[in-house]
């Protein structure tokens, strides 16, 4: 089992408010991503990390951001949640034969 | 650029009948990975196939990469209820070297007893 942790696993915010996704790996892989899905929908890439500090936008343009100063946390932030950002977000991990190793997720709803 | 198709995008399948589901790519692959997600769930890691002609089996899952490596198909014999979810194939990206992969659209499958 793979040891990647997301906090929260369920988030209802209003509109305009702050908030941060955390992500946790405890398998030292350099490389991480997040990744937006809808429900039944194909995995959108938003941002990756190849190691600390080192942080890349993805193929979906995302107004959130990321921070990597741990090798082992990679935190994702949106300054302004507005109901467009209803989702759920993946963070994922990969060892060097590039498996992806994903954490449970977070289904953030925007009201 | 890279075009990857998954077919079909949703399966039905009755309980202990066989089902195919397929990957296509536009361009010849290194490698392809397949993943599952379980409906509420998150993708996870099934299976990498590297070589050409290559199949793998994991127990009632086969796995096949074509001999031009540039499609991939996950044959399920006797499905199961628990056979259900999104199945992805995913490659790396061609033009890139740091491991971010490119995901199909996936095909979900449904199981009716």
């Known amino acids: 089992e793979a040891d990647i942790y997301q906090t929260p696993r369920y988030l209802v915010i209003g509109t305009g408010k702050k908030i941060t996704l955390e992500c946790s790996q405890t398998?030292?892989?350099?490389?991480m991503y997040w990744y937006q899905q809808d429900p039944g929908m194909e995995l959108h890439l938003i941002h990756y990390s190849y190691g600390v500090n080192s942080t890349e936008k993805g193929d979906l343009s995302s107004e959130s951001t990321v921070s990597r100063i741990r090798t082992e946390h990679f935190p994702l932030t949106l300054e302004s949640a507005r109901p467009s950002h209803t989702s759920q977000y993946l963070c994922?991990?990969?060892?060097?034969?590039?498996?992806?190793?994903f954490g449970p997720g977070t289904r953030l709803t925007v009201l | 650029g890279q075009q990857v198709m998954q077919i079909p995008q949703y399966q039905h399948v009755q309980e202990g009948e066989d089902f195919t589901t397929y990957c296509n790519s536009s361009t010849t692959l290194s490698n392809i990975q397949w993943y599952k997600q379980r409906p509420g769930g998150h993708p996870v890691f099934l299976i990498q196939?590297?070589?050409?002609?290559e199949v793998k089996k994991q127990k009632r899952l086969t796995f096949q990469f074509g001999e031009a490596k540039k499609n991939s198909s996950l044959h399920i014999t006797a499905t199961q209820t628990t056979d259900v979810g999104t199945y992805f194939c995913?490659?790396?990206?061609?033009?890139?070297?740091?491991?971010?992969?490119?995901f199909g659209a996936g095909t979900q499958v449904v199981v009716t007893p």
């Open positions: 994922a991990s990969s060892d060097l034969r590039d498996e992806q190793f």
């Open positions: 398998m030292g892989h350099d490389k």
């Open positions: 995913a490659f790396p990206r061609r033009t890139d070297s740091w491991g971010k992969l490119q």
């Open positions: 196939l590297v070589k050409s002609g």
